[in-house]
């Protein structure tokens, strides 16, 4: 139990854990009058963006003289973030009358997620939140149209298109499976 | 100074950003269709409308400024060096000054390259340039520079991981709330005081090319990014805590002179671009300098238009351009005397053929005799089938057609059957009455208060 408090506190947990429904419930209220898939796909980034800064410790190096394996801890950390704003989004729109399905959530989640594992990996954990917020920027603002259009705005495709998914689910594979292994840049 | 800046833009992020921001904005302009592309409003297709997409685009690009701002304000804290330096004679003004000018310098030069890309289409295109696009550009460098000042401000101030995904959030949510809020260049005001909604760093897209923001827009909008980039620069300088406090001083300064000045209603936010909206003539058919190369086209169906109102007791002596934006929200100006039209309404599938393209000769003539010359009440046309049909019905008893108006493909469902029994209804009385009920008709359409339709079957209006 030492040890997990010692990494919580070396990944920003606690502020994580205090700032992310903090900002949710924020943005909820905000957007509640007209809460469509745009402002569900804002909140999810954000919760993924902010958890996603403990992506990296203190010192990269001094973990890796760990005596256990980073593998499996690394992937937990990447996954529990994946669920925890998942879930945080999907309790906090039962309070409103429209609701964003589970299925969206749980495609954006993945990818957004997986964007957040290779931005940990090019940029250092500090730098996690980049892509991911990169991404919804560029899906909100992409109108629809060609398949272009589609490519960039996936995050807000129709749950029934399988482009999106195997995108999302592309960038979930890449993402988890380069950070589980390389860990974040020191 | 000069080598200085050499390696903090090699240290920095400064190249990167704008790299990011050419590169997002390009993808953005050329890959995606959007009203970008379309219109006579569209990017780099003449200068005031391409300056002003150029700064929607920091709808995207902004929070990306922001959030680059903020992982440079913190560097020094999150490589631990924050005591050394503060234990060398150097001011930290210096090092402050020159983390600030390369960043800014990376946002500028992103900001710039995305501007003379469009430009150099307008010159490709051949656009017209004109100085009121100067203002654009100046308040979109100015925006970007807040942008800038604010990370570097409060990345410094609050040296923690989460402060930049925080803040580039913020600034994320607070470009598209004020988006979505604002009241969209019409008369009906949005969500949020008008005023509020221009405080954004982002612009409302263009919605003609004729139109640019007022110089109450202007100066408020001046005000407040001044303000920011105040408040920001303080804050990546000072070091005292009541310093940092004197820091709110500039952008709460800036928040009040904006507050004062910039428009209370959406009606005021733009005004003709003087230069661009100036009248060129072909007789009595004129158009904007900015669409002289149209008048050739329009010229000749405008006079036979003009010619066939003629019949009318009171009828329009000219054709002018109207220098109106697209907005379907808000009803279009009239005027007795003129018959308006806008070169992007005449944009359509083209009659007897799959294409879209600008209507001409003939088909062009029978566009402007729609409603005897005048716009429609209702914005959005193909949503009210009587005003439709009877706008129709007019333009081809005017035009002397021996048969009604042909049916369009994708046509609104009811508007064929409405046309068929006005064209009868009307085509049964004798020739006097036909014109009386056309010229009650075009009153209407004038005043916007009646059913031009029930005017042209003869019923009370």
């Known amino acids: 139990m030492r040890w997990l408090g010692l990494y919580a506190r070396s990944r920003y947990v606690p502020v994580a854990v205090a700032a992310v429904p903090l900002s949710i419930v924020l ?41 256990f394996g980073w593998l499996s801890r690394r992937l937990a950390h990447l996954l529990l973030i994946g669920v925890l704003a998942g879930l945080a989004l999907l309790a906090v729109q039962q309070l409103g009358d429209v609701r964003v399905d589970v299925s969206m959530v749980v495609r954006d989640g993945a990818g957004l997620l997986g964007l957040a594992g290779v931005a940990a990996v090019l940029f250092g954990g500090q730098f996690g939140w980049t892509l991911p917020l990169g991404m919804a920027v560029i899906a909100l603002s992409t109108p629809e149209g060609l398949t272009v259009n589609d490519v960039m705005r996936w995050p807000m495709m129709s749950t029934d298109d399988a482009l999106s998914w195997w995108l999302a689910g592309a960038l979930f594979v890449l993402g988890t499976g380069w950070y589980t292994v390389t860990g974040a840049r020191r | ?111 710039l390259v995305l501007l003379a890309v469009g430009f150099v289409q307008v010159a490709v295109n051949g656009g017209m340039f004109t100085l009121a696009s100067l ?46 809020s604002s009241g969209h260049g019409g008369d009906a005001d949005g969500l949020l005081p008008n005023w509020v909604a221009l405080l954004s760093a982002a612009q409302e897209q263009p919605r003609s ?74 007789g009595s058919v004129c158009v904007e300098k900015l669409h002289e190369d149209w008048l050739p086209t329009l010229a000749g169906p405008a006079k036979e238009a003009l010619r ?13 351009e109207s220098t109106e934006g697209n907005n379907t929200t808000v009803t ?16 359509t599938i083209l009659p007897g053929t799959q294409q879209a393209g600008y209507l001409t000769g003939h088909d062009l003539t029978m566009a402007l005799l729609k409603g005897a010359g005048t716009p429609p ?31 369009h493909e994708h046509e609104y469902k009811q508007v064929p059957g409405l046309m068929q ?17 056309v010229a009650a008709a075009r009153q209407l359409q004038l005043s916007c208060q009646g059913d031009p339709l029930t005017a042209l079957l003869g019923g009370a209006h």
């Open chain 2, 1 to 111: 100074m000069v080598n200085a800046l050499r390696t903090e833009l090699r240290r920095t992020i400064a190249l990167w950003l704008a790299v990011l921001m050419a590169a997002v904005g390009l993808v953005f302009f050329f890959s995606f269709t959007g009203p970008w592309r379309r219109d006579s409003s569209a990017w780099g297709l003449d200068a005031p409308a391409t300056a002003q997409w150029t700064r929607y685009l920091l709808l995207l690009v902004w929070p990306m400024v922001v959030g680059a701002g903020a992982i440079q304000g913190m560097r020094d804290s999150r490589s631990g060096v924050s005591e050394l330096f503060a234990s060398t004679s150097r001011p930290a003004g210096h090092r402050a000054l020159t983390l600030g000018l390369t960043t800014g310098i990376g946002a500028v030069v992103g900001y």
């Open chain 2, 135 to 180: 203002m654009p550009v100046v308040l979109g460098l100015l925006a970007v520079l807040a942008g800038v000042a604010i990370g570097l401000g409060v990345g410094r101030l609050l040296p923690h991981p989460v402060t930049a995904p925080a803040l580039a959030v913020l600034a994320l949510v607070a470009v598209m709330f004020l988006e979505v």
């Open chain 2, 308 to 320: 066939l109102l003629e019949k009318l007791p009171q009828h329009p002596v000219r054709v002018e």
């Open chain 2, 209 to 282: 090319a004729f139109l640019v923001p007022s110089a109450a827009v202007d100066t408020g909008q001046f005000l407040w990014f001044a303000g920011l980039i105040g408040t920001g620069l303080l804050l990546l300088v000072m070091r005292s805590a009541r310093a940092r406090l004197l820091a709110v001083l500039p952008v709460v300064a800036g928040l009040v002179g904006a507050a004062v000045v910039l428009p209370a209603s959406a009606a005021d936010n733009l005004t003709p671009d003087k230069a661009a909206s100036e009248l060129v003539c072909d």
């Open chain 2, 421 to 437: 029994s006005a064209w009868t209804a009307l085509h049964a009385q004798p020739e006097p009455e036909q014109l009386a009920r």
């Open chain 2, 332 to 347: 279009p100006r009239r005027d007795p005397e003129l018959v308006l039209v806008k070169k992007d309404d005449t944009y």
């Open chain 1, 27 to 67: 943005l909820w209220w905000l957007g509640e009058s007209f809460w469509v898939p745009e402002f569900a796909v804002l909140t999810l980034t954000m919760a993924i963006a902010i958890a996603a800064i403990g992506l990296g410790g203190q010192d990269v190096d001094l973990d890796r003289t760990a005596g």
């Open chain 2, 377 to 407: 009440c209702e914005g959005l046309s193909y949503s009210h089938p009587e005003e439709e049909a009877a706008r129709r019905v007019m333009a081809y008893w005017l035009a002397g057609s021996a048969t009604p108006p042909p049916l």
